[in-house]
T-cell receptor, first 114, second 115 residues
Framework: DQQVKQNSPSLSVQEGRISILNCDYT??????FLWYKKYPAEGPTFLIS???IKDKNEDGRFTVFLNKSAKHLSLHIVPSQPGDSAVYFC?????????????WGLGTSLAVNP | NAGVTQTPKFQVLKTGQSMTLQCAQD?????MYWYRQDPGMGLRLIYY???????DKGEVPNGYNVSRLNKREFSLRLESAAPSQTSVYFC??????????????FGNGTRLTVT
């Protein structure tokens, strides 16, 4: 049973508009969440993270929102650029003190059209 | 600065053959990891090494062995390959085993096919 779910396998957005990628989780003990981006034929690269004590974290064009009561987080990219076209993975852990406890979603493929 | 380097990029094996996937990092990281990525399954941890001289099993260790040769290198061995081990394998490293301020850095993967 998937503890971290990314229910949209793909998303298409126009350049300059907002991209919203969603992630739901089932384990209420998760206390740290991360987003990674992956280009074809490359490994995932870290994008942004958020601790459960916060409800928002921002880094440039990327903002992650956490709604603990809904067990939901989302990644907002504003404005979207063609170079943002990639697969985005959500990951979560209930032990931020240990990297080996990460649980990964299946990813959402984002296409940003010029 | 290469980051995490994996070799080979592609490999085809016959059932029962053995091979070693190599991984090296040049970021002076303490912790290293081997993941596999399969369609519909997400990334799953095979083995990890919290620091030089230590290794431990992850979520899916069966059929694999690892060696932390030194601080830089962490290899993954398939002693007798099976079709179920067809996958994309990623090596990763992190400065510490703590997620705060120490995210995983991944290599570009090895695509392995076992026939």
């Amino acid at each position: 049973d998937q503890q971290v779910k990314q229910n949209s396998p793909s998303l298409s957005v126009q350049e300059g508009r907002i991209s919203i990628l969603n992630c739901d989780y089932t384990n209420s003990m998760f206390d740290y969440f991360l987003w990674y981006k992956k280009y074809p034929a490359e490994g995932p690269t870290f994008l942004i993270s958020i601790s459960s004590i916060k409800d928002k974290n921002e880094d440039g064009r990327f903002t992650v929102f956490l709604n603990k009561s809904a067990k939901h987080l989302s990644l907002h990219i504003v404005p979207s650029q063609p170079g943002d076209s990639a697969v985005y993975f959500c990951a979560a852990t209930n032990n931020a003190g240990n990297n080996r406890k990460l649980i990964w979603g299946l990813g959402t493929s984002l296409a940003v059209n010029p | 600065n290469a980051g995490v380097t994996q070799t080979p990029k592609f490999q085809v094996l016959k059932t029962g053959q053995s091979m070693t996937l190599q991984c090296a990092q040049d970021m002076n990281h303490n912790s290293m990891y081997w993941y596999r990525q399969d369609p519909g399954m997400g990334l799953r941890l095979i083995y990890y090494s919290a620091s030089e001289g230590t290794t431990d099993k992850g979520e899916v260790p069966n059929g694999y062995n690892v060696s932390r040769l030194n601080k830089r290198e962490f290899s993954l061995r398939l002693e007798s390959a099976a079709p179920s081990q067809t996958s994309v394998y990623f090596c990763a490293s992190s400065g510490t085993r703590h997620l705060y301020n120490s995210p995983l850095h991944f290599g570009n993967g090895t695509r392995l096919t076992v026939t």
